[in-house]
């Protein structure tokens, strides 16, 4: 076996060469094109943005020059006048949502045997229910005892306030009592006896 190179011109794998350049060839190709139609593709939708930026703009000052139009044609009056409106249409609306049911059943679950409840008002101040209820009781004692009663319930707040306390012709205790009422927890049942004695 020969081992020497006879040739006069020695062999090289020129095509193994080249075959490695022509495929970095094609890669630098490849993302020179990727890179390309990414720049355009970008370039376009930073265009589309630019142009809608713009006339979102325009639409903008366009909408604000027409709310200060509008804003110099209404009158303060009206505004006022419909406010007022819309104060009374809730205050309505708060009074027809005022459960008389449910004060009634605290009433009658909490009131002593000796004392009577002759009138009660409603109001609303502040946006919190007032009652206002006027007792007659055979003493002082019987009316702090209703009041006990009330305030253990947890609907009824600041019933220290005691209005017009007087002895009427039959020498009984009559007195009003001024009171937040706060209906969050469960009226009870009425006639389920909660007063004891």
Do not use: C
């Not at 004060?103 to 009577?116: K, Q, S």
């Not at 609303?124 to 319930?153: G, H, P, Y």
């Amino acid at each position: 076996m020969i081992r020497t190179n006879l040739s006069t011109r020695p062999f090289y794998n020129e095509r193994a060469v080249l075959f490695w350049l022509l495929l970095v060839a094609l890669v630098v190709v490849a993302a020179t094109i990727f890179n390309v139609t990414r720049v355009l593709r970008y370039s376009r939708s930073d265009t589309q943005l630019a142009t809608q930026a713009s006339r979102d703009e325009t639409s903008a000052r366009e909408l604000r020059e027409q709310a200060a139009r509008l804003r110099a044609t209404v009158d303060p009056k009206q505004i006022e006048f419909a406010s007022a409106e819309a104060r009374q249409a809730n205050e309505l609306i708060d009074r027809r949502t005022f459960s008389w049911t449910d004060l009634f059943n605290r009433f009658e679950a909490t009131l002593p045997d000796d004392v009577r409840i002759t009138a009660i008002r409603s109001r609303v101040e502040r946006d919190q229910d007032i009652v206002t209820i006027n007792v007659v009781a055979r003493s002082t004692d019987d009316i702090d005892k209703f009041m006990e009663n009330l305030e253990a319930t947890g609907a009824f707040k600041d019933l220290g306030r005691r209005i017009d306390e007087h002895v009427n012709d039959q020498n009984q205790m009559e007195t009003g009592l001024d009171m937040l009422y706060v209906p969050a927890t469960k009226p009870p049942a009425a006639g389920t006896g909660a007063v004891k004695r």
